[in-house]
């Protein structure tokens, strides 16, 4: 069983900058696909950003394209969300998921099989 464990949230000023980070342990890291998801108050869960196993093919919802990146390290079995240019919009808990069944990134939250606990992150005006 795989187990995924989120850090990096806080609170921050629009403009700010923060780091997520998504460590796996239970297994070897090697889901093809691994990808970020959000969820406000009130609003469904979101996709944020997505990367396949060697971190070749990437794919980012168009609200945070240009500002956020995604990576990971399979050697520290990490995944990475570095989000720029912070807007109260991107107030939400995030969520760290995984799947070993695909290949390609995919933006459907039911193609994940793996999910962590969530952390906050509160964009202030």
């Known amino acids: 069983q795989v187990q995924l464990v989120e850090s990096g949230g806080g609170l921050v000023q629009a403009g700010g900058s923060l780091r997520l980070s998504c460590a796996a342990s239970g297994r070897t890291f090697s889901s093809y696909v691994m990808g970020w998801f959000r969820q406000a108050p009130g609003k469904d869960r979101e996709f944020v950003a997505g990367i396949t196993w060697t971190g070749a093919g990437t794919s980012y919802a168009d609200s945070v394209k240009g500002r956020f990146t995604i990576s990971r390290d399979n050697a520290k079995n990490t995944m990475y969300l570095q989000m720029n240019s912070l807007k109260p919009d991107d107030t939400a808990v995030y969520y760290c998921?995984?799947?070993?069944?695909?290949?390609?990134?995919?933006?459907?939250?039911?193609?994940?099989?793996?999910w962590g606990q969530g952390t906050p992150v509160t964009v202030s005006s």
């Open positions: 998921a995984a799947t070993t069944k695909r290949y390609s990134v995919t933006q459907y939250h039911g193609d994940y099989d793996y």
